[in-house]
């Protein structure tokens, strides 16, 4: 395996076995309630199968918990965020069963596309927005 071309026998059954540990993450039970959710992205280079990388948006939905533990409830690699993009994650997670989420912690440069969003989906929760970082992608 090392220093040697990749098998690609191998490589086909690591990615199959790989894309059911995926989906069975994304199936996983959450918790209905959470204090705070983060709603975030950040952009990455992702190898292409021939050629450089290219650039990709992971989107991110962090939930907090009461007692202060997170669990990372979405994960998401797309082209570019957009205000369908947030409503389907949210969506996600209604359907998941979260019913309940008091505040959803987003970046000031989303705020536009995500309160409403986010409004539709969870409308009792609480809009608060993150300071921009002095250095984002």
């Given at each position: 395996?090392?220093?040697?071309?990749?098998?690609?026998?191998?490589?086909?059954?690591?990615?199959?076995?790989?894309?059911?540990?995926?989906?069975?993450?994304?199936?996983?039970?959450?918790?209905?309630?959470?204090?705070?959710?983060?709603?975030?992205?950040?952009?990455?280079?992702?190898?292409?199968?021939?050629?450089?990388k290219s650039l990709k948006r992971m989107i991110l939905v962090l939930g907090i918990s009461a007692d202060g533990s997170m669990d990372i409830l979405e994960m998401l690699a797309c082209r570019a965020e957009s205000a369908e993009l947030w409503r389907l994650l949210l969506d996600r997670l209604r359907l998941r069963g979260v019913t309940d989420i008091r505040t959803i912690l987003m970046p000031e440069k989303e705020l536009g596309r995500l309160s409403e969003s986010a409004r539709e989906c969870f409308p009792e929760a609480a809009l608060q927005k993150l300071p921009a970082p002095l250095i984002r992608d």
């Open positions: 395996v090392y220093g040697g071309p990749p098998c690609p026998a191998l490589l086909a059954a690591v990615e199959s076995q790989v894309q059911i540990e995926i989906k069975q993450w994304q199936a996983r039970p959450i918790k209905p309630s959470y204090e705070k959710i983060l709603l975030d992205g950040f952009q990455t280079g992702i190898p292409a199968d021939h050629g450089p």
